[in-house]
């Protein structure tokens, strides 16, 4: 019963986080029991996976927390980057409080909100009730709308304030679909439960029309909180607005999270409709947004946007991935889900650092990155490739994945936009990023090292991005497999 | 027949509200339609004889009827709206397109979904417009709080689709969006302050700091 550890952890640690006291200092040495407790997670979300690949069996708690192998890849990845934010933080923090843009007592309304935003995440994959998963995702935004507006600067609450609305629309559209779900099973299926475990058993005799009604509100839905184009326009702003952790915490795991959401839905639709209808459109959607968001990567003058149009792009690729079907696909998606977010927080761990010294988000204004600050320069270079999925970094092996299966399986049209698109976002990125990391830096800028935490986080990441790609271990390749047989329905 | 007339209310409120000029009308149609809500779950609770949906409607009736406007009005005057509410559409404009959803969302109902029995179809008709509407105040009115007051006119429209369609949702998920919604509305609520306070505004049509 790994479940109640993990969800307890976060909520332990926020309320530590808000016990009262202000002294200088605190900060930081929360920061080290914060990351220590997230380690933790991490290990448990392990053990968690490691026992139900063992046992086969879901385990499930009064009918209301439920975890299978779906949940547990998503578990995983949730806690192995909220513990490397959670290492980034001490550093990030302690620098803007020793700066004085951030007080003590600001530094703990951060914690606070960290962990209620980890704690939130974390919900969704482990509750089985899909009007709870609902609550689970509202709550993601509202804790995170103060973590992106936190700086209360005009753009930041300017930022918060799209953020909420925009997603709040969307979510009640999902909860439309998801009461259209709940009709048809209740008056078709005969069962009165939102458990998606139920309404699953039953998809069979559900009402195939309303539940195409329902699965496009809950894709649009959803698919606003996943950045899916026309939806992720709150997107760019929020990410760009968030402190740095945030930031790679938003992009990398928040996004799939509503994917998470998406992905039950479908297979209960898949069973009653055949995998075709959903899909179409989980293909449209994600060719939509790989393309338009590539096509912003090529424009964007701003490094903390173009990361977020990459999100958009990536979710994209994924989106695609699962609309191809068939396991390849399908595994190559969660795959591409754990080593977009490994790659991503190293670029946003590496950009903010950036942003923070040089003053700016411009990318003309920011040059010279790899002299003014090596480390973190080298690890932004790195990052280029390890998010464009060159090889030998892991991103490589799941696009490739999805490309193949799309050829394979005879997409031809499909799957070669996908390459398209893919070879447009790549040469944006590496043209925008590396006019920032060489060149000369500003005249009497002064060599940066990185503090040993931002160290530490960033050498987990780089051992990610490799050693996933590479040598990935044996229980991380049986869980994807596993995951992707329970999406398809086998 | 009680019933229908409360439906054609809810409907009706959310017609009232477009045309509304004034932040202090709009919060009233808000309250008013929240409160025929409130009259339709206690029918529909008085017929099941149903403890939890004795308490649903309670609970509507504190947060929807009562709190939730209550300090709506209360941020209004703290900030000091003026009352001009931002249309970005004209009274009458708005009126002709919220019609014309309303007559989207029967063609829906109707055509694509052909649910059984008159209440339902109906039921569920006035909650797919009142949605739309809400879309659309969203859309068409440019001060921040008009944009909580239509997020909320589309929350009514589901409260009203989960109740009349499907008998209501589980206890506790019901309870869980109850609260999520008084969430919602206070860290909007929070937000209004903010914006007013950096801003000196909250005109959500001149929040242009981020562009691209």
Known sequence: MEIFPILLIPLVLAGIAVLPGVKAGRSRKFGVLNAAGHFANAALAVTLALGLLKSGEPVSFLGFFYADILSAFFILTISVINSISALYSIGYISADVKDGVMSERKAKAYYALFNLFALSMLCVPLVSNLGMVWVAIEMTTLVSAFLVGFYNRKESIEAAWKYIIICSVGITLALLGTILFYYTASRDGGISSLNWTDMAAVAGSLNPSILKVAFLFILVGYGTKAGFVPMHTWLPDAHSQALAPISAMLSGVLLPTAIYAIIRFATITNVCIGTGYTGNLFMLFGLVSLGVGAGFVLVQRDIKRLLAYSSVENIGIIAAGLGFGGTVAIYGALFHIFNHAAAKSLMFFAAGRAVKKYGSHNIREIRGIISAMPFAGTMLIIGVFALTGSPPFSAFFSEIMILLAGFKMGLWPQAALLLLFMAVAFSAIVLNISRSAFGGKPEGMPVEGEPLSGKFAFGILILLICAMGLAAPGFFRDLLLAASEIIRGA | ?212
Not at chain 2, 88 to 114: H, R, W
């Open chain 2, 1 to 212: 027949m009680a019933v229908g007339l409360i439906l054609f209310g809810i409907l009706m409120m959310a017609f009232a509200m477009v045309a509304a000029k004034r932040m202090s009308a709009l919060i009233f149609g808000f309250r008013a339609q929240s409160f025929f809500l409130f009259l339709l779950t206690f029918i529909l609770a008085f017929r099941e004889n149903s403890t939890q949906l004795y308490f649903v409607t309670t609970m509507l009736f504190a947060i929807k009827v009562v709190l939730v406007p209550n300090f709506l009005c209360r941020v209004a005057r703290r900030i000091k709206v003026n009352e001009d509410l931002g249309l970005s559409a004209n009274p009458t404009v708005s009126i002709f397109a919220a019609v014309l959803l309303s007559y989207m969302a029967y063609l829906f109902t109707g055509k694509i979904l052909s649910l059984p029995g008159e209440f339902e179809n109906s039921a569920f008709f006035v909650s797919l417009s009142v949605t739309m509407i809400g879309i659309f105040l969203m859309m068409a009115r440019m001060k921040a709080l008009a944009q909580i007051i239509g997020l909320l006119v589309m929350e009514n429209g589901m409260f009203l689709a989960a109740a009349s369609v499907s008998g209501g949702m589980p206890f506790i998920v019901e309870i869980a969006i109850f609260f999520d919604i008084l969430l919602v509305v206070i860290i909007l609520g929070v937000f209004v302050f903010k914006i007013n306070k950096l801003f000196t505004h909250i005109d959500v049509d001149k929040l242009t700091e981020l562009k691209g």
